[in-house]
T-cell receptor, first 112, second 112 residues
Framework: NAGVTQTPKFQVLKTGQSMTLQCAQD?????MYWYRQDPGMGLRLIYY???????DKGEVPNGYNVSRLNKREFSLRLESAAPSQTSVYFCASSEVEYQPQHFGDGTRLSIL | DAKTTQPNSMESNEEEPVHLPCNHS???????IHWYRQLPSQGPEYVIHGLTSNVNNRMASLAIAEDRKSSTLILHRATLRDAAVYYCILRDQETSYDKVIFGPGTSLSVIP
């Protein structure tokens, strides 16, 4: 049982490039989330999807877009990457909104 | 927003019990108390959650104060693998969860 799978695990971008971070879960969960974690800090919620077909902004949505492709997949897109977006990105899912979340192993993103 | 406060760091000797405190003085009646931990270079891992009563599972115990303004995560016998950052967060089952906030957590060191 894979749980939450994130790809890629590492990525280096140049300022202004775009890319999409992929996330898939195999637990039939309804809710999915994207967080970022900067060095020495806690996690900050970027976007979430309460259920298939819905997405909402979290604490730090600027510079990002998301797509809930289907129940399994939730992608995060950086349209024009900036050095301030250098971070570790975590995807998570939960059965419903207030239930415990299951996290992926993260994508380490560096923007030069 | 309901928030939590935790000590920045704690130390414990191996094989001794560890009590990790969390204050949440503005907790609402519908907030669940969740604990997660994050091992180095990994995504957060769910530990335990509760609403009003004390809870036990194979990983830990959660003791919730009678007024619910504080809680304590108890690791009964610390091992070296328990060295991690521990996060206490509140999850409201009735409102949108863009208010979910992971603070810096408590960094637990386990001394052999």
């Amino acid at each position: 049982n894979a749980g939450v799978t994130q790809t890629p695990k590492f990525q280096v971008l140049k300022t202004g490039q775009s890319m999409t971070l992929q996330c898939a879960q195999d637990m039939n969960h309804n809710s999915m989330y994207w967080y970022r974690q900067d060095p020495g800090m806690g996690l900050r919620l970027i976007y979430y999807s309460a259920s298939e077909g819905t997405t909402d902004k979290g604490e730090v949505p600027n510079g990002y877009n998301v797509s809930r492709l289907n129940k399994r997949e939730f992608s995060l897109r950086l349209e024009s990457a900036a050095p301030s977006q250098t971070s570790v990105y975590f995807c998570a899912s939960s059965e419903v909104e207030y239930q415990p979340q299951h996290f992926g192993d993260g994508t380490r993103l560096s923007i030069l | 927003d309901a928030k939590t406060t935790q000590p920045n760091s704690m130390e414990s000797n191996e094989e001794e019990p560890v009590h990790l405190p969390c204050n949440h003085s503005t907790i609402s009646g519908t907030d669940y108390i969740h604990w997660y931990r994050q091992l180095p270079s990994q995504g957060p891992e769910y530990v335990i959650h509760g609403l009003t009563s004390n809870v036990n599972n194979r990983m830990a115990s959660l003791a919730i104060a009678e007024d619910r303004k504080s809680s304590t995560l108890i690791l009964h016998r610390a091992t070296l693998r328990d060295a991690a950052v521990y996060y206490c967060i509140l999850r409201d089952q009735e409102t949108s969860y863009d208010k979910v906030i992971f603070g810096p957590g408590t960094s637990l060191s386990v001394i052999p």
